[in-house]
C-alpha cells in the first residue's frame, strides 16, 4: 500500500462548484497533517494544517479521520485561481520532520 | 516577505561540471530540507538538515553533498553532474518537530546536458 493515496484525477468542475479530494495514509502513527497546492512548475504552497477536530479557513474545509486515516478537503464557491494540484502530506511516522508527498490531485476550474 | 530564497533559479551544466545550490531563510526556521521533483513524480527528499550542525540522508542523497552553513543557509552541491539530474530542485524550511509545515523556495530549475 502507498504511503498516502489521492485520486489523480483531473477534476473538471464549473466556477462556483463545490468539490471534495479524499485522500488516505498508511501509517496510523504519521501525527501532522497537510494540504498544499501546486500550481504547474512551481513550488508547493501550504494551504492549510489539518487538525482532529476538522478546520475551515474561508472556502476551505479539512477533515481528519485517524481511525480511518483519512483526510479530505472541501472547496466551496470554485474559482479560476483554484486550478492547481492539491497534496495531501501526512508526516513520516518515524520522524515528524519529514513529510511524506505523493502526487496529488489535479484541479481545473473552467468558466 | 522573503521567506525561503533559492539561487539560481535556472542553470544549464555540462556532465561532470559542478554546482553550489544555495537556500536561505529568514524566518528563524531550525529545520531545512532540499528536494527534486521530475515530471510525474511527488517530490523526493535529498538532504535535509534538523537543525544548525546536523545533517541527514533522504532518500535520493547520492551524488549530491550538502552543508548548513549556519541557521539561516543550507547549500546542495553536485560534485560531478550527471544528465540523471536535471529536475527542478526546492529547498524548504520549518521550525521542526511536529505539527510543523514545510515552506518552500520558488525551486531552481536545472538542465545537465
Known amino acids: 500500500r502507498k504511503e498516502v493515496e489521492q485520486d489523480p484525477g483531473p477534476f473538471n468542475v464549473p466556477e462556483g462548484a463545490t468539490v471534495a479530494f479524499n485522500c488516505t495514509y498508511s501509517n496510523s502513527a504519521s501525527q501532522s497533517f497537510f494540504w498544499y497546492r501546486q500550481d504547474c512548475r512551481k513550488e508547493p504552497k501550504l494551504l492549510m494544517s489539518?487538525?482532529?477536530?476538522?478546520n475551515e479557513d474561508g472556502r476551505f474545509t479539512a477533515q481528519l479521520n485517524r481511525a480511518s486515516q483519512y483526510i479530505s478537503l472541501l472547496i466551496r464557491d470554485s474559482k479560476l485561481s483554484d486550478s492547481a494540484t492539491y497534496l495531501c502530506v501526512p508526516s513520516n511516522a518515524g520522524n515528524n520532520r519529514k513529510l511524506i508527498w505523493g502526487l496529488g490531485t489535479s484541479l481545473a476550474v473552467n468558466p | 516577505n522573503a521567506g525561503v530564497t533559492q539561487t539560481p533559479k535556472f542553470q544549464v551544466l555540462k556532465t561532470g561540471q559542478s554546482m553550489t545550490l544555495q537556500c536561505a531563510q529568514d524566518?528563524?526556521?531550525?529545520?531545512m530540507y532540499w528536494y527534486r521533483q521530475d515530471p510525474g513524480m511527488g517530490l523526493r527528499l535529498i538532504y535535509y538538515s534538523a537543525s544548525e550542525g546536523t545533517t541527514d540522508k533522504g532518500e535520493v542523497p547520492n551524488g549530491y553533498n550538502v552543508s548548513r552553513l549556519n541557521k539561516r543557509e543550507f547549500s546542495l552541491r553536485l560534485e560531478s553532474a550527471a544528465p540523471s539530474q536535471t529536475s527542478v530542485y526546492f529547498c524548504?524550511?520549518?521550525?521542526?518537530?511536529?505539527?510543523?509545515?514545510?515552506?518552500f523556495g520558488d525551486g531552481t530549475r536545472l538542465s545537465i546536458l
Open positions: 524566518m528563524n526556521h531550525n529545520s
Open positions: 524548504a524550511s520549518s521550525e521542526g518537530g511536529s505539527y510543523q509545515p514545510q515552506h
Open positions: 489539518v487538525y482532529s477536530s476538522g
